[in-house]
């Protein structure tokens, strides 16, 4: 069995990103996807860093990371816009995604693209009732359940396991096949190593239980 874990928040340009090649790669790999939403901020304040990052970079740093983004977009031809009011609140997003069940791909894929692609506040409920609409769902119906206390439990959980596991940031991938019990990758440009690990590469970390630092330099 091989599995790849897609952790993310709507809030991160790299996780919109990803979410538009992971799809791909798990079919090309013959891998199960599963979609784990977790809340970035929460993440944040765990590790006590500041919830907008960014804001601390300095000015050239900021200006080639804003750079970066788009030139990922355009290499992967997808649609890319930010939104005047970056960074958004999503938790109610987040909780509605959830609210849908079997359906959590295809919500998240609509709150992805009001976020990223058409540059809309998804912290606003009109908002997320629309996108959800737009991808069949039933939005009211989502944004309803997303008050429901078990759905507020479920996002802390899964906050909780993504930190648990080491994930700091998004996206963040989690690989499992029958050679690697565990292999976490950080950001959307690792996705060639996801694909590798999934397809027979086993990291170096991987290989030994306990690598010494020329193997890992190495």
Same mark, same amino acid.
């Given at each position: 069995? $091989?599995?790849?874990?897609?952790?993310?928040?709507?809030?991160?340009?790299?996780?919109?990103?990803?979410?538009?090649?992971?799809?791909?790669?798990?079919?090309?790999?013959?891998?199960?996807?599963?979609?784990s939403p977790f809340l970035l901020g929460g993440v944040f304040k765990a590790l006590d860093v500041p919830s907008f990052p960014a804001a601390g970079m300095p000015s050239s740093k900021a200006r080639l990371?804003?750079?970066?983004?788009?030139?990922?977009?355009?290499?992967?031809?997808?649609?890319?816009?930010?939104?005047?009011?970056?960074?958004?609140?999503?938790?109610?997003?987040?909780?509605a995604a959830l609210a849908s069940g079997d359906d959590l791909p295809r919500a998240s894929r609509a709150l992805f693209r009001a976020y990223w692609a058409e540059a809309l506040d998804i912290s606003s409920p009109d908002v997320v009732r629309h996108a959800l609409d737009s @991808?069949?769902?039933?939005?009211?119906?989502?944004?309803?359940?997303?008050?429901?206390?078990?759905? $507020?439990?479920?996002?802390?959980?899964?906050?909780?396991? @993504?930190?648990?596991?080491?994930?700091?940031?998004?996206?963040?991938?989690?690989?499992?096949t029958p050679d690697i019990p565990g292999a976490l990758f950080w950001g959307q440009d690792r996705l060639d190593f996801v694909e590798r690990a999934l397809t027979g590469w086993i990291p170096p970390d991987m290989r030994t239980a306990h690598p010494s630092s020329s193997e890992v330099i190495s």
């Open positions: 069995m $091989k599995r790849v874990d897609f952790f993310y928040d709507f809030s991160c340009p790299y996780a919109y990103l990803a979410h538009t090649q992971i799809e791909a790669l798990a079919a090309r790999t013959g891998a199960d996807l599963a979609w990371n804003g750079l970066d983004m788009h030139r990922w977009a355009d290499h992967w031809g997808v649609p890319l816009r930010m939104p005047p009011t970056h960074p958004n609140r999503t938790v109610l997003a987040l909780r @991808a069949g769902l039933d939005g009211a119906a989502l944004l309803a359940r997303a008050d429901d206390p078990a759905l $507020k439990d479920d996002l802390r959980r899964r906050t909780d396991e @993504a930190l648990a596991l080491g994930v700091f940031g998004a996206p963040a991938f989690l690989v499992t």
